[in-house]
């Protein structure tokens, strides 16, 4: 079992561990609460989101029911998510818009809430295209059918271990046979599922999982610290190759999925908490490398180490650049709001963030002449990288208000 501990500690009540490893037996056996079936939420997109695993389609989520909710247009303050595209748009034809460079967004989310459990889940198409875009709906889709299909079986063993290999089957086998089964092609995926703990006052269990780049974070509103739950899933050397998923579902060696940087991880939470899933257009674009170009070019200076390895197994508050600078800023929007954030706060004020940050960018690629030998290297000293940007968040417990006063 690798263990790490986190940055910050939850209400200041104690250190909150965070485990990792490639299976249920690396995390920590903590029974849970009977899931309830009743759902309170269910959000996807972009358009249609995972519900429908067309081609071409475009239009807004299936009316039936997929995954246990008929309806995935319920968005939340508590389960919210955001998907759009930090390319440039198309020059206009006959007066109309053409969209963005890279259409269709490739990036697909879900969240699924219940009265006292939720899933998330988010995939990153790898590529431009309508394949790279159906690989992600596939991904998504597969581990929530999933993980719905069965849980009868987390009633039944309402456990950590229980809902682990609940989630690596559906991950490492149904998200990807999917794909194989649409013909689609590569895509990241990352899942999490929250449920309150058996027998510990106002604590949520967080078990997550991970293929690509696509990482998962908590943010203590508490403490007003963001770190990375995914940790397990980067490179030892803890060097961000921004070309290289790290993993991928479908088929990535023949017909088997690239599973090399698959990651298992536990933590507890607490009421406030949010987790929140992001494809690497949001996270990358927090990363100095990407934020400050010219400076990190200047000083030469690496991304900071992730230290994951069995001989530094404490060193958590070393390894994520990104969660680091979220943290910034989140700060701030805190204090010019004065408020906590919610789950749909938090997505937004990331969001906005990468978009302002990666305006200049967009800008260059109509002012500069691209056919010139030097456009690449003027373009790099421009901050920001242009991508695909997809979030997707929970807030723990704050759904229970919503409960006891609609009386859903």
């Known amino acids: 079992m690798n263990k790490l501990r986190s940055i910050f500690s939850s209400k200041g009540k104690k250190d909150v561990e965070l485990f990792h490893g490639k299976e249920a037996k690396s995390i920590p056996l903590k029974n849970v609460k009977l899931w309830s079936t009743e759902v309170v939420g269910a959000y996807t997109g972009p358009k249609c989101g995972f519900t429908k695993l067309d081609l071409n389609t475009e239009d807004g989520p299936s009316r039936e029911n997929v995954a246990g909710s008929n309806n995935w247009n319920m968005p939340t303050e508590f389960s919210y998510g955001i998907s ?7 020059p206009p034809r006959n007066g109309a818009s053409q969209g963005f460079v890279g259409d269709p967004i490739a990036d697909v989310f879900g969240v699924l809430t219940l009265e006292n459990s939720a899933i998330l889940a988010l995939a990153d198409g790898v590529g431009w295209g309508k394949k790279p875009r159906l690989a992600a709906r596939c991904a998504v889709h597969g581990v929530m059918q999933h993980m719905a299909a069965n849980m009868a079986e987390i009633r039944a063993s309402p456990n950590t271990h229980c809902i682990a290999n609940l989630l690596l089957e559906a991950v490492t086998e149904k998200a990807h046979q999917l794909i194989l ?8 995926l990352s899942v999490a599922v929250l449920c309150e703990l058996e027998g510990e006052e106002h604590a949520w269990g967080l078990v997550t999982v991970t293929v690509g780049d696509s990482p998962v974070y908590v943010y203590c509103p508490h403490e007003q610290k963001v770190t990375e739950v995914s940790v397990g899933s980067h490179q030892h050397d803890g060097q961000r190759d921004m070309r290289m998923s790290g993993g991928t579902l479908g088929p990535s060696k023949g017909k088997d999925p690239d599973l090399s940087n698959l990651s298992l991880a536990y ?3 607490f009421p406030g908490d949010i987790v929140f899933c992001t494809s690497d257009g949001i996270s990358d674009n927090f990363l100095s490398s990407v934020t400050d170009p010219v400076v990190v070019g200047t000083q030469a200076a690496p991304t900071p180490a992730c230290v994951v390895s069995k001989t530094a197994p404490h060193a958590s508050q070393q390894c994520c650049e990104s969660a680091a600078h979220m943290t910034e800023v989140l700060q701030k929007h ?6 906590h954030l919610s789950a749909q706060t938090l997505c937004a004020c990331l969001v906005n963030h990468v978009a302002i940050l990666t305006e200049q960018k967009r800008l260059s690629h109509s002012l500069l002449d691209n056919t010139s030998p030097d456009f690449r290297t003027l373009l790099k000293q421009v901050p920001g990288k242009l991508d695909h940007a997809s979030i997707v968040a929970f807030q723990v417990d704050l759904h229970h208000k919503i409960v006891s006063t609609t009386g859903l």
Do not use: C, F, I, W
Not at 84 to 90: D, G
Not at 334 to 339: A, N, P, S, Y
């Open 267 to 269: 933590m507890t939470l």
């Open 334 to 339: 805190h204090q010019t709001v004065g408020k």
């Open 84 to 90: 759009l595209s930090l390319y440039e748009t198309l």
């Open 181 to 188: 089964e649409r013909d689609a092609t590569l895509s990241t």
